[in-house]
Every structure is written in C-alpha cells, then in structure tokens.
C-alpha cells in the first residue's frame, strides 16, 4: 500500500510540474499532508526533483 502511494504522490507531483498544491489538490488531500507524506517517504521537496 505504501508503494503505491508513493508512486501515487510522485506521478501527481509530475502532472503537477512540482506545484505542491495542486498535486495534493489531485490526490484529495491537504498541501500540508503531502508535506508530511513526503517526508516520510524520503522523497525530495525540491521542485527541481521533479
């Protein structure tokens, strides 16, 4: 399950051409819990990262 929201958060993020809010917007969540799922998941916050 974790996996798969990874990739969920990544492909979001991709869609969104990094723009955090309308990544967690895509996915129905708050800007602030993809801040802390982000985290969690050691994935970079970087906007060039994606």
Do not use: F, V
């Not at 969104?16 to 982000?38: H, P, V």
């Amino acid at each position: 399950m974790e996996q798969h929201e990874c990739e969920a958060i990544a492909s979001a993020l991709a869609s969104a051409d990094g723009n955090k809010a309308a990544a967690a917007s895509a996915l129905g969540i708050s800007r602030s819990t993809l801040y802390r799922k982000l985290e969690a998941y050691g994935l970079q916050l970087d906007r060039r990262a994606w």
